[in-house]
Antibody
Framework: QVQLQESGPGLVKPSETLSLTCTVS????????WSWIRQPPGKGLEWIGY???????NYNPSLKSRVTISVDRSKNQFSLKVSSVTAADTAVYYC?????????WGQGTLVTVSS | DIQMTQSPSSLSASVGDRVTITCRAS??????LNWYQQKPGKAPKLLIY???SLQIGVPSRFSGSGSGTDFTLTINSLQPEDFATYYC????????FGQGTKVEIK
């Protein structure tokens, strides 16, 4: 059974960089695509971007200038960085496997942007 | 970006009802359409992929149809555990989600 777990700081200051890691167990990041999705409190889902094991990426155009997704095959992890954060980046951040649909998800982690 | 528009935004239904949620894409996405269920405080769960294929483990009362720009999620005989928010999502180009449909108890 594939399992994903997000980790990282729950509080980030405005203008700083948000950094999260997703650890994959029961499967390998060397197959499929791996996505990050976020959900502001009380709102809908927003796809942030994905990475393929080869390192190729695709990002949401609205976030592209501030987002970097990377993969570490040796640790079976992939990571998200969002730079220059504001309060609008406050959200639950999810990682997910992108196979035929986003079929496995992490439990999500709340990141609050506040001074 | 391809915009996804769901209707209705919310609905009230009773256990045993048949519920239909629609999703419209702003351009042709063929069958690159997935449906998710999300309960409060939980991650979304994939129900339907490729417009009409039932994800393993999902009850058969859930079904999906459509292609091109118009899609439908149907729940036959609504069960208590089906009260949740449902999202469509296209994967024809950079992924986008619909705004969600909240299914509430009448």
């Amino acid at each position: 059974q594939v399992q994903l777990q997000e980790s990282g700081p729950g509080l980030v200051k405005p203008s700083e960089t948000l950094s999260l890691t997703c650890t994959v167990s029961g499967g390998s990041v060397s197959t499929y695509y791996w996505s990050w999705i976020r959900q502001p409190p009380g709102k809908g889902l927003e796809w942030i971007g994905y990475i393929y094991y080869s390192g190729s990426t695709n990002y949401n155009p609205s976030l592209k200038s501030r987002v970097t997704i990377s993969v570490d095959r040796s640790k079976n992890q992939f990571s998200l960085k969002v730079s220059s954060v504001t309060a609008a980046d406050t959200a639950v951040y999810y990682c997910a496997r992108d196979a035929a649909g986003l079929d496995y998800w992490g439990q999500g982690t709340l990141v609050t942007v506040s001074s | 970006d391809i915009q996804m528009t769901q209707s209705p935004s919310s609905l009230s239904a009773s256990v045993g009802d048949r519920v239909t949620i629609t999703c419209r894409a702003s351009q042709n996405i063929n069958s690159y359409l997935n449906w998710y269920q999300q309960k409060p405080g939980k991650a979304p769960k994939l129900l339907i992929y490729a417009a009409s294929s039932l994800q393993i483990g999902v009850p058969s009362r859930f079904s999906g149809s459509g292609s091109g720009t118009d899609f439908t999620l149907t729940i036959n005989s609504l069960q208590p555990e089906d009260f949740a928010t449902y999202y469509c999502q296209q994967s024809s180009s950079t992924l986008t989600f619909g705004q969600g449909t909240k299914v509430e108890i009448k």
